[in-house]
């Protein structure tokens, strides 16, 4: 039985950064998202709290404001999904979504609350998510067979992971070009 991907226009790419992976510790700090037909989105959030050794280093430096409230943020986010309910596709997406439903509240997600976990399509594909992630092995190779050129995404930046996202959705479902 061969798998054909679910045909649908109204799927937006996302990816959050946050201050730490403990949830009840960390809050969101930046969102980016990527409509299907390339629209984008993305804002920084206020935060002055704590934030991990790993955020301080690789997530704090590519922020660059201007940062905007909890509430903007929020109220952004939903006119850019509008008001069709879309599907949300992330990398791993269990923080993403974890972090949005605290920024949203529980129940009021602006979007379809079954998310689409792009690393279990990979796995269900016969390819090993984590060697999907950069600084592993074989993740240039895998960008390159598909046609993308990985150098021009900045790495742990929300806007550029939902950028890349959606590029290699398109690359894997056959509905893009090459890329230079």
């Known amino acids: 039985m061969k798998f054909e991907p679910y045909e649908s226009e109204n799927l937006i790419f996302i990816d959050t950064e946050f201050s730490d992976l403990d949830p009840y510790k960390g809050e969101i700090l930046s969102i980016g ?61 269990n923080y993403d979504v974890i972090y949005l ?20 399509i990979l796995f269900g594909m016969g390819i090993n998510p984590v060697k999907f992630l950069p600084g592993e092995k074989g993740v240039a190779n895998f960008y390159k067979k598909i046609g993308i050129n990985f150098k021009k995404y900045r790495q742990h930046h929300a806007l550029d992971d939902a950028k890349l996202l959606r590029d290699v959705w398109l690359k894997m479902t056959d509905k893009s070009k090459p890329t230079s």
């Open 101 to 120: 439903t605290k920024l949203f509240g529980a129940g009021k997600l602006p979007f379809r609350w079954v998310s689409i976990d792009f690393a279990s």
């Open 33 to 93: 998202a990527v409509k299907l037909d390339g629209s984008e989105f993305y804002i920084e959030l206020e935060y002055d709290g704590e934030s991990s050794d790993w955020v301080k280093k690789h997530i704090l430096p590519s922020l660059t404001g201007p940062k905007h409230s909890r509430e903007d943020a929020s109220t952004k986010l939903k006119e850019f999904m509008g008001d069709g309910n879309p599907f949300v596709i992330a990398f791993v997406d």
